[in-house]
Antibody, heavy 119, light 110 residues
Framework: QVQLVQSGGEVKKPGAAVKVSCKASGYIFSNYGISWVRRAPGQGLEWMGWISTYNENVYYTQKFQGRVTMTTDTSTNTAYMELRSLRSDDTAVYYC????????????WGQGTLVTVSS | QSVLTQPPSASGAPGQRVTISCSGSRSNIGRNIVNWYLQLPGSAPKLLMFSNNHRPSGVPDRFSGSKSGTSASLAISGLQSEDEADYYCAAWDDSLNGPVFGGGTRLTVL
């Protein structure tokens, strides 16, 4: 069965960086993209961007351009999302999701990683 | 605020039918398919409906989706207590070249 298992929660100080991992199994990793979505406390879902696991092309939403880097390691079927220059309003649960480019749906999700930014 | 507009809340009694609306524009819902996601408290989101009105395997047929013009809706019939969750619509936006979400609708089963 398809599974996306994310790394554990992190506590970071403002200005620091965080790197979240997402290990995929149960499907052909290079056939689907990986998207990253976050949900801040009291807010809705916010899409951050996605990476093609086939050719590593990336697309980041304008809000995160310059602060986020998404990468993949096809040898371990793992995707990574690094967010830099953290601020308190980056406190959120970060999710990776399998991105079906054909229908543009996020059809399986990781369990989420809580990133807390606090001085 | 979110690009797609949903009512912040909805409610219904067990067994009733509830509809959640999602309003967008020509660059998103008007030109692209709509997907719906469900997030139960304390859980990760889950795909509930794709390509406007298709249910992934395992989603009961009590859930149905529709789209017309720049709006979409999700209908839930035979409401059950376990349907209490946050529901999100999403669609690709050609202007932003990425998917956009609605703000989410919290469904309460009375």
């Amino acid at each position: 069965q398809v599974q996306l298992v994310q790394s554990g929660g992190e506590v970071k100080k403002p200005g620091a960086a965080v790197k979240v991992s997402c290990k995929a199994s149960g499907y052909i990793f290079s056939n689907y993209g990986i998207s990253w979505v976050r949900r801040a406390p009291g807010q809705g879902l916010e899409w951050m961007g996605w990476i093609s696991t086939y050719n590593e092309n990336v697309y980041y939403t304008q809000k995160f351009q310059g602060r986020v880097t998404m990468t993949t390691d096809t040898s371990t079927n793992t995707a990574y999302m690094e967010l830099r220059s953290l601020r308190s309003d980056d406190t959120a649960v970060y999710y990776c999701a399998k991105f079906n480019v054909l229908v543009r749906s996020l059809d399986y999700w990781g369990q989420g990683t809580l990133v807390t930014v606090s001085s | 605020q979110s690009v797609l507009t949903q009512p912040p809340s909805a409610s219904g009694a067990p067994g009733q039918r509830v509809t959640i609306s999602c309003s967008g524009s020509r660059s998103n819902i008007g030109r692209n398919i709509v997907n719906w996601y469900l997030q139960l408290p304390g859980s990760a989101p889950k795909l509930l409906m794709f390509s406007n009105n298709h249910r992934p395997s395992g989603v009961p047929d009590r859930f149905s989706g529709s789209k017309s013009g720049t709006s979409a809706s999700l209908a839930i019939s035979g409401l059950q207590s376990e349907d209490e969750a946050d529901y999100y619509c999403a669609a690709w936006d050609d202007s932003l070249n990425g998917p956009v979400f609605g703000g989410g609708t919290r469904l309460t089963v009375l």
